[in-house]
């Protein structure tokens, strides 16, 4: 693995489960909100909501990270703080973005986000580009965010994106566990032993769904929802129909980014855990991947886990210092 450090779970977390777990339960330390809110039109009439970090002047050629949460959460995703913390202090210039309706986002979209929206993102770029022109942009997608990214990437190499975007600038992308074939992902969570997590999905998820019912009518004619207990069954009931789907197939089937990996011609790296219980490293095992696509794998980190030791012993999150890492290389690299 080209890493300085190389991924070694905690004696104790020797288990994909137990890290994903850890996961959500040790949400760690979150730096206190330093950012200005910017709000940026999509091309179907709503906005969504980006968070440039303050900080120490940064000079022109700094570069532009802009990271993007996973599902159930927003900007404020403590993982997502800590990493904007420690971009910032590195000498990057960041972005946070909430997804469609997420966040600081709730009051601009009545439309879901899901992990199709790739016009989003792409919309994000533009945005970059014309408020930075000539700065190198990186892009850092989580779990829903990473497919998110990479469908996106696809897209605009291919030619085939909603959204007309130059994506010159765009220097290096990294996809943390991403769910790029959401059918194999979704039959995986309706195992019975997945229950659990969709559970804690579910939880965060309906959460949201209470903020958009007390604040757009779409959401308030919805029928009272049924008990839901998958994943699927919650894109059956809101995602698929209020984003436009026929079905939780057809959006899963439309949205994947499995098809488009082949296309992706920026720099670009995805991350992947073999014991990751939710997104199942197999669900990637018929990709094509394309010249400039390399694909990490590590053991035992599980999904967006990753309870670490260093060469001293001390435990770290390797995930965030992954992430760190990974985007000094590429800026010194460019």
């Known amino acids: 693995m080209n890493t300085p450090l190389p991924f070694r779970p905690h004696p104790l977390l020797r288990n994909g489960h137990l890290q994903t777990i850890m996961a959500g339960v040790s949400c760690g330390p979150r730096p206190p909100y330093q950012a200005t809110p910017l709000v940026i039109p999509t091309h179907d009439g709503e906005s969504l909501v980006i968070h440039e970090e303050l900080g120490p002047p940064t000079g022109n050629d700094a570069h532009l990270v802009i990271l993007v949460h996973g599902l159930g959460g ?14 910032r202090a590195a000498g990057f210039l960041v972005w946070r ?88 992902c979704a039959d995986n969570m309706d195992r019975l032993s997945r229950r659990p997590y969709c559970k804690y999905y579910l939880k965060l998820l309906d959460q949201q769904v209470q903020q958009k019912r007390n604040r757009w009518a779409r959401w308030q004619k919805l029928p009272a929802k049924p008990k839901l207990r998958t994943i699927r069954q919650f894109d059956a009931f809101y995602t698929a129909p209020l984003s436009g789907f026929r079905s939780a197939e057809d959006y899963y089937l439309k949205s994947s980014s499995i098809d488009l990996l082949q296309h992706i011609k920026v720099p670009t790296q995805i991350l992947i855990d073999l014991h990751d219980p939710i997104v199942t490293a197999k669900s990637l095992e018929l990709a094509q991947f394309s010249a400039s696509t390399e694909v990490v794998r590590t053991r035992f980190g599980g999904h967006m886990g990753y309870f670490g030791v260093d060469e001293q012993g001390h435990q770290i999150r390797w995930l965030e210092y992954y992430v760190v890492e990974y985007l000094k290389r590429q800026r010194s690299s460019g």
């Open 97 to 184: 973005v909430d997804l469609r309706g997420c966040g600081h986002g709730i009051d601009h979209a009545w439309k879901p986000a899901n992990a199709g929206r790739s016009d989003d993102l792409a919309t994000v770029l533009q945005a970059a580009m014309s408020r930075h022109p000539g700065r190198p942009v990186h892009f850092v997608g989580f779990s829903l965010s990473g497919n998110i990214l990479l469908k996106m990437l696809g897209e605009i190499c291919a030619g085939s994106s909603p959204v007309e975007v130059d994506h010159s600038q765009l220097a290096s992308s990294l996809a943390v566990a991403p769910p790029a074939n959401l059918k194999d």
């Open 74 to 87: 927003d900007h404020s995703s403590p993982y997502l703080q800590r990493l904007a913390f420690q971009l």
